[in-house]
């Protein structure tokens, strides 16, 4: 079964700490996502990779940056969390061409910043 | 950014009715995706849209891309509890690559 994982389901931090979300995808895909996911305001796309050490930004990438070092793994790093960060975050793959429907999304992990 | 407005945001219903929602654009897109997120899970296609005017059935669920290609709505015919959850339109947009646009999300409940 393909899969999508990430590294914590929950993760309860501090403000001003600096939080690491690692995803690990094992379908040998090129594209990588990282979502935050708000009541009432869908899912927003933080940043995407389409290939080793290669990123773009999506539609609110303020506050977060990326690493993907390894093929199979992206993290998406909070340099400072703050409270407006809380959210659940969700990491997705898929190949690099194709109609969307390829996307595989892993469980989420829900951050709270306190 | 581009945008989806999905309507309505939740939706109460007794178990045996049947479900519409529904998404708008004022962009076009190239395909429609429909998608079920279950509690403590991501997202999960349903169904998938290409061409304009396309009806597809899934078993009880009946998703269709608007003849404008702005639009999209998915029918869930006589509901169960297991139906519960968060239903996401999805779109391509022609220039997008990769670059998924979602909607807000309809939060189903339904009382047994």
């Known amino acids: 079964d393909v899969k999508v994982t990430q590294s914590s389901r929950y993760l309860v931090k501090r403000t001003g700490e600096k939080v690491f979300l690692e995803c690990v995808q094992d379908?040998?895909?090129?594209?990588m996502f990282w979502y935050r996911q708000d009541p009432g305001l869908g899912l927003r796309l933080i940043y995407f990779s389409y290939d080793v050490k290669m990123k773009e930004k999506g539609d609110i990438p303020e506050g977060y940056s990326v690493s993907r070092e390894k093929k199979e793994r992206f993290s998406l790093i909070l340099e400072s969390a703050s409270t407006n960060q809380t959210s659940m975050y969700l990491c997705a793959s898929s190949p690099p061409t194709g109609t969307g429907r390829e996307r595989v999304f892993g469980p989420g992990t829900r951050l709270t910043v306190t | 950014g581009q945008q989806l407005n999905q309507s309505p945001q939740s939706m109460f219903i007794q178990e045996g009715e049947d479900v519409s929602m529904n998404c708008t654009s004022s962009s076009i897109f190239n395909t429609w995706l429909w998608y079920k997120q279950e509690p403590g899970e991501g997202p999960v296609l349903l169904i998938a849209l290409y061409k304009a005017g396309e009806l597809t059935s899934n078993g009880r669920l009946t998703a269709q891309f608007g003849i404008t290609r702005k639009d999209s709505f998915l029918n869930i015919s006589a509901s169960i509890p297991s139906d519960v959850g968060i239903y996401f339109c999805?779109?391509?947009?022609?220039?997008?690559?990769?670059?998924?646009?979602f909607g807000q999300g309809t939060r189903l409940t339904i009382n047994p």
């Open positions: 379908m040998d895909h090129e594209n």
């Open positions: 999805a779109g391509l947009p022609p220039q997008g690559a990769q670059k998924l646009v």
